[in-house]
Structures are given as structure tokens and as C-alpha cells.
């Protein structure tokens, strides 16, 4: 717990300090923690560093994050469509097992299109709303937070009924509607304090939004894990576990958030 809080007090404000600057150092950031996150995908699935299978995902993952960044997401889908056809055909030669050659190429071909399309989401958050992309990073980050930290004391404390016992026995339905309120309350935070031209309904559904898609992200995460029988991604991040730990719901609630921005706040 120690360790938990003191990670916490050194890159919470890094992040913030981050998510305000925005441009190439928003951008350097994800472009990093897409790829640890991806070497601990690659990892997990047990693919040998000196392989081509682990390095042409690792190498789509940062291009494809790259180009939808300075060029537009059109460009980063081009290449994962070039990926996806290397990939298959890298995959038949490393693997004599049909079956196993199929299941590894499927795991990967989702690993590239989880992280490299979802993590661009992140910037353009930061890029579509003139004047306040960094406060609605701050919203994202902070409701992901709060939801999850919320989520995980009141499952503890009084959680009873399993949310999906197979797939994640420790998540409560309690703790999930618990998770919601992080979302109410960022809201309510938010709007009094950077984000108060935004109607307060409009940041209320905002919130639920992050907070109920964050925790299906989670959920999501939690399924891959269990069918490679890990608990973490990987220890990187000291009480924390690994990046794709830290992440996975942020990058579930990143395009729900975007396509609200895009469609409906600033339509």
C-alpha cells in the first residue's frame, strides 16, 4: 500500500502536468506507454523476443499511434490492415500447429487494434475541444480514478454479490455502482471548477459514460488475464502492477468520451 501511494504523490502531478502541455510531449507519453504496454502483451502471450512475432506488433503499434496522431486515424488504419495480412502470413511459418498458429495470430491482431487504436484517442481528446482538452483529460484520468478506487473500497468493505465471478471474482456489483459515483462526482467537481460553460446534465452523462465504460474496459482486461491464468500484466509499476494494469480502462472510456466531444458537446 505504501508503494501504492508513493507511485501515486510522484506521477499524478507528472501526468497532469502532461495532459495540460498536451502537443509532442502528450504525445511522447503514449507513445510510450503503448509500447511497454504492448512488450507486456507480447510477454503474456509468451512470444520469444527474437522472433519476428513479437517485434513486426510492437513496430505496427507504435507506427499506427504515430500517424493517427500527426496525420489522422485513416493513416494508422492503413497500416494495421498491412499488419493484419504480414502478421497471418509470419504466423503460418513460425507455428506448425494450425490451431495454435490461428489462436496466437487472433491474440495479437487484438492486442495491435486494442493499443494502437484506442491510445490515439487520448490526444485527440486533448485536440478537439479549443481551450479545454486538458481539462478533459483531467475529467478522463480523474474518473477512471475515482471510479476505480471507489469501486475497490466499497467491493471490500460490502461487497456480497459477484459482478462476474468466472472472470473477475473480486468485482462486486456493489463495488461497480459504487464506481458510477466517481463519475457523478467529477462531475460535480468539474463544474464548478474548469469545465462550468458545459450545461452540468451534459457532464453528469459524461461522467456515467467514462465510469460505466472504464469498468467494462477493466472487466475486458480481466478476461485476458484469466485465460492466461496471470494475475498482472507485468510489475513495472511498483504496488500498481503493469501499464495495461494501470490503462486498460482509460483506453476503454477514451473514445466514448471523444465521440461525445465530437458529436455532442462540440458538434
Same mark, same amino acid.
Given at each position: 500500500?505504501?508503494?501504492?501511494?508513493?507511485?501515486?504523490?510522484?506521477?499524478?502531478?507528472?501526468?497532469?502536468? $502532461?495532459?495540460?502541455?498536451?502537443?509532442?510531449?502528450?504525445?511522447?507519453? $503514449? *507513445?510510450?506507454? @503503448?509500447?511497454? #504496454?504492448?512488450?507486456?502483451?507480447?510477454? @503474456? =502471450?509468451?512470444?520469444?523476443?527474437?522472433?519476428?512475432?513479437?517485434?513486426?506488433?510492437?513496430?505496427?503499434?507504435?507506427?499506427?499511434?504515430?500517424?493517427?496522431?500527426? *496525420?489522422?486515424?485513416?493513416?494508422?488504419?492503413?497500416?494495421?490492415? &498491412?499488419?493484419?495480412?504480414? =502478421?497471418?502470413?509470419?504466423?503460418?511459418?513460425?507455428?506448425?500447429?494450425?490451431?495454435?498458429?490461428?489462436?496466437?495470430?487472433?491474440?495479437?491482431?487484438?492486442?495491435?487494434?486494442? +493499443?494502437?487504436? +484506442?491510445?490515439?484517442?487520448?490526444?485527440?481528446?486533448? =485536440?478537439?475541444? =479549443?481551450?479545454?482538452?486538458?481539462?478533459?483529460?483531467?475529467?478522463?484520468?480523474?474518473?477512471?480514478?475515482?471510479?476505480?478506487? *471507489?469501486?475497490?473500497?466499497?467491493?471490500?468493505?460490502?461487497?456480497? !454479490?459477484?459482478?462476474?465471478?468466472?472472470?473477475?471474482?473480486?468485482?462486486?456489483?456493489? #463495488?461497480? $455502482?459504487?464506481?458510477?459515483?466517481?463519475?457523478?462526482?467529477? @462531475?460535480?467537481?468539474?463544474?464548478?471548477?474548469?469545465? !462550468?460553460?458545459?450545461?452540468?446534465? &451534459? +457532464?453528469?452523462? @459524461?461522467?456515467?459514460?467514462?465510469?460505466?465504460?472504464?469498468?467494462?474496459?477493466?472487466?475486458?482486461?480481466?478476461?485476458?488475464?484469466?485465460? *492466461? #491464468?496471470?494475475?498482472?500484466?507485468?510489475?513495472?509499476?511498483?504496488? !500498481?502492477? #503493469?501499464?495495461?494494469?494501470?490503462?486498460?480502462?482509460?483506453?476503454?472510456?477514451?473514445?466514448?468520451?471523444?465521440?461525445?466531444?465530437?458529436?455532442?458537446?462540440?458538434?
Amino acid at each position: 500500500m505504501i508503494k501504492r501511494v508513493l507511485i501515486a504523490i510522484i506521477f499524478i502531478p507528472l501526468l497532469i502536468f $502532461i495532459m495540460y502541455q498536451g502537443g509532442n510531449l502528450l504525445a511522447g507519453m $503514449i *507513445l510510450v506507454l @503503448a509500447c511497454l #504496454g504492448m512488450i507486456e502483451y507480447l510477454v @503474456a =502471450q509468451q512470444v520469444k523476443i527474437f522472433l519476428p512475432v513479437f517485434w513486426l506488433p510492437l513496430t505496427a503499434v507504435i507506427i499506427m499511434i504515430f500517424l493517427s496522431i500527426f *496525420l489522422g486515424p485513416k493513416w494508422g488504419a492503413g497500416i494495421f490492415i &498491412i499488419y493484419f495480412m504480414t =502478421q497471418g502470413m509470419l504466423i503460418s511459418f513460425a507455428r506448425e500447429d494450425p490451431g495454435e498458429s490461428f489462436a496466437l495470430n487472433a491474440a495479437l491482431v487484438w492486442g495491435v487494434a486494442y +493499443l494502437g487504436f +484506442l491510445y490515439p484517442f487520448v490526444y485527440l481528446i486533448r =485536440q478537439i475541444s =479549443q481551450g479545454s482538452g486538458g481539462d478533459w483529460l483531467l475529467f478522463l484520468f480523474g474518473t477512471i480514478w475515482l471510479s476505480d478506487s *471507489l469501486a475497490m473500497w466499497v467491493g471490500k468493505a460490502i461487497g456480497c !454479490h459477484k459482478l462476474s465471478p468466472i472472470v473477475s471474482p473480486g468485482k462486486t456489483i456493489e #463495488g461497480f $455502482i459504487a464506481g458510477l459515483f466517481g463519475g457523478i462526482f467529477v @462531475a460535480v467537481i468539474m463544474s464548478f471548477w474548469r469545465l !462550468h460553460i458545459i450545461p452540468f446534465p &451534459i +457532464l453528469l452523462g @459524461a461522467g456515467l459514460l467514462v465510469s460505466l465504460t472504464g469498468q467494462l474496459g477493466d472487466l475486458a482486461e480481466s478476461l485476458w488475464k484469466r485465460s *492466461l #491464468g496471470i494475475k498482472d500484466s507485468s510489475k513495472i509499476i511498483p504496488g !500498481h502492477g #503493469g501499464v495495461l494494469d494501470r490503462f486498460d480502462s482509460l483506453l476503454f472510456a477514451a473514445p466514448f468520451l471523444y465521440a461525445a466531444l465530437r458529436f455532442i458537446i462540440y458538434n
